[in-house]
């Protein structure tokens, strides 16, 4: 429900900050004053269009301010509040602003939370439904007569969407089932060959990296043979240092008792002959680990050779070539067992398929019926009126296939025919601008129990009409806002009557000022604005009594 509203520069309105209330309010005032501006300045709240003739003269900028009380919104705008992270604590009032420069550019705010304008379009039919003579969206608009009547239905749309949703998925899952299998018979061949060549190959994991080190230690060996082998001989034969240093520890061994010098000299002589022992040991070993063997080396290079023109083959690494030959083996067992995997992902279908068209059907049969009702409650509407050569009827026919979906596989659409034997043909094209305001109220007064948007507001809808004809409107505009919040423009005093409240735009000039100003009436203001109503422009004591009839009436 909108709460308050709050403008500041918006063309004629210098500063004007307004309360609402819920059930009818009504507004009035001479044409001209500045009713569409109060209109406009709200549609920009709602994410219309910032356009910079909206800013009044002489100003940088322009702003509005919207207010409404939140725990009493629509579930969808909850919904879409949480989608866009936009936080409103429970109590709180939803405060939506606009805000916009003289020379273009705009930014709006939600709880003072940065938003785009996108979102307050998305929340706009949630928020605020409006119906005047040209409008082209709610109730005229064909998009959204098959939600309206499946509300008037009280229909389950949840299941709905749930068994079409398990239906397309069963048949994307056989689909992308069948595409894989099709595509896995096509490389069969290939496949074979390749797994074939992988198993000859039988490449292990880490084999690279134990390869590359075996090929490097040859290759070092290679470039020091000559060192090594010049080393060995130092080593080699009767006359080698490490037999002259034996031949001299033996020698000192037999006189060393002679002298403690001769002793230490020994032992000196001993430790030289163990460390160039150890000395020798350890080139004899390098000499085997870094020995060069050319053939050995040979199958290194080929078999590292090997495994990386695998690995470029087929687009990976050496040590994911084992993966590659598991991922072949379930590719072709997958060929193997398709058919039976196809079998139960089509019986998944089927099924899908029996679930969907029946809960459709069921659902076809409850829009006939809804759609029969409705009619009829229409039909009640039409002759208070003014509309009693009119008739009213919902279309419910069958779409192609193609066009099913979550929403079921019917075509829904409101259609009109404004004269007795007239053909039937869409509300938005046959009723003239009085006639499709009415017909609107007579479709809402029918579809008032099943929910809409919080505020719902009526432009003008009595243009044209008059006496029990505006206060068949001003009746059924009653009605509808009876527990809810209804906002009507209006010219009839039949109609302003049944406000619950009353504001009245006025404009006024002060030399080349222009001001637009609206006031919320008391009692007192309500019989002279009516009675103005009435009388024109000068009030008459017949038309304040004719006022005060009007309201006792009510």
């Given at each position: 429900m909108l709460t308050a509203l709050a403008i500041r520069n918006i063309v004629l309105i210098e500063a004007l900050d307004l309360s609402f209330c819920e059930g009818l309010g009504?507004?009035?005032?001479?044409?001209?004053?500045?009713?569409?501006?109060?209109?406009?300045?709200?549609?920009?709240?709602?994410?219309?269009?910032?356009e910079t003739g909206l800013v009044r003269s002489g100003e940088d900028q322009a702003s509005v301010v919207a207010s409404f009380e939140f725990d009493r919104l629509p579930a969808p705008i909850r919904a879409l509040l949480n989608e866009a992270e936009v936080d409103v604590e429970p109590g709180e009032p939803l405060l939506i602003k606009r805000r916009m420069k003289a020379d273009g550019g705009s930014k709006a705010f939600i709880n003072d939370q940065p938003v785009g304008a996108a979102l307050l379009r998305e929340l706009a039919p949630h928020l605020v439904e409006l119906h005047g003579q040209h409008d082209d969206r709610g109730l005229v608009n064909p998009r959204g007569h098959r939600a309206l009547v499946d509300r008037y239905a009280g229909a389950d749309m949840a299941a709905l969407a749930e068994a079409w949703?398990?239906?397309?998925?069963?048949?994307?899952?056989?689909?992308?089932?069948?595409?894989?299998?099709?595509?896995?018979?096509?490389?069969?061949?290939?496949?074979?060959?390749?797994?074939?060549?992988?198993?000859?190959?039988?490449?292990?994991?880490?084999?690279?990296?134990?390869?590359?080190g075996a090929r490097a230690t040859m290759q070092k060996g290679e470039r020091l043979t000559d060192d090594l082998t010049e080393l060995a001989k130092l080593w080699a034969g009767s006359d080698s240092a490490l037999a002259g240093l034996r031949s001299a520890a033996r020698r000192l061994d037999r006189i060393a008792g002679e002298h403690p010098l001769l002793a230490e000299a020994l032992a000196a002589l001993d430790r030289a002959v163990i460390e160039t022992s150890e000395a020798e040991t350890s080139l004899e070993r390098a000499a085997d680990a870094l020995a060069h063997d050319p053939a050995a080396l040979d199958r290194i290079e080929l078999r590292l050779f090997e495994l990386r023109a695998a690995a470029r083959k087929h687009h990976c690494q050496v040590d994911d070539l084992p993966q590659r030959m598991r991922a072949m083996r379930d590719a072709l067992d997958g060929i193997e067992h398709g058919e039976a995997e196809l079998a139960a992902l089509e019986a998944a279908v089927a099924a899908g398929a029996e679930a969907y068209h029946a809960k459709a059907e069921a659902l076809s049969a409850k829009r006939r019926t809804a759609a029969v009702k409705l009619d009829a409650a229409v039909a009640q509407e039409l002759a208070p009126l003014k509309l009693d050569a009119a008739q009213f009827r919902t279309s419910v026919?069958?779409?192609?296939?193609?066009?099913?979906?979550p929403g079921g596989t019917d075509k829904v659409e409101f259609l009109i025919s404004?004269?007795?034997?007239?053909?039937?043909?869409?509300?938005?094209?046959i009723a003239s601008g009085g006639e499709l305001s009415r017909f609107i109220l007579a479709l809402k007064v029918a579809l008032a129990e099943q929910g809409g948007a919080a505020t719902v507001i009526f432009d003008e809808i009595d243009r044209g009409v008059g006496g029990a004809v505006a206060s068949a409107i001003g009746e059924r505009l009653a009605r509808l806002a009876s527990g809810g919040q209804l906002l009507a423009v209006t010219h009839s005093p039949q109609v302003a009557a049944r406000g619950q409240q009353h504001y009245v735009i006025a404009k006024s000039s002060e030399g080349t000022v222009t001001r637009t100003s609206v006031h919320l009436l008391d009692d007192a203001g309500r019989q002279e604005e009516i009675a103005r109503m009435l009388s024109g422009a000068e009030v008459t004591p017949e038309a304040r009594a004719q006022a005060d009839r009007l309201l006792e009436r009510v």
């Open positions: 009504v507004l009035t005032g001479e044409t001209g004053a500045g009713k569409s501006i109060l209109l406009d300045a709200l549609g920009l709240a709602l994410g219309a269009r910032a949703t398990a239906w397309r998925s069963a048949v994307d899952a056989l689909a992308r089932a069948k595409g894989a299998i099709a595509q896995a018979a096509e490389d069969r061949d290939l496949l074979l060959a390749h797994l074939a060549e992988l198993t000859t190959l039988e490449p292990q994991s880490g084999e690279e990296e134990q390869l590359a026919e069958p779409l192609g296939e193609e066009q099913w979906g404004t004269n007795p034997g007239a053909p039937f043909g869409p509300l938005n094209k």
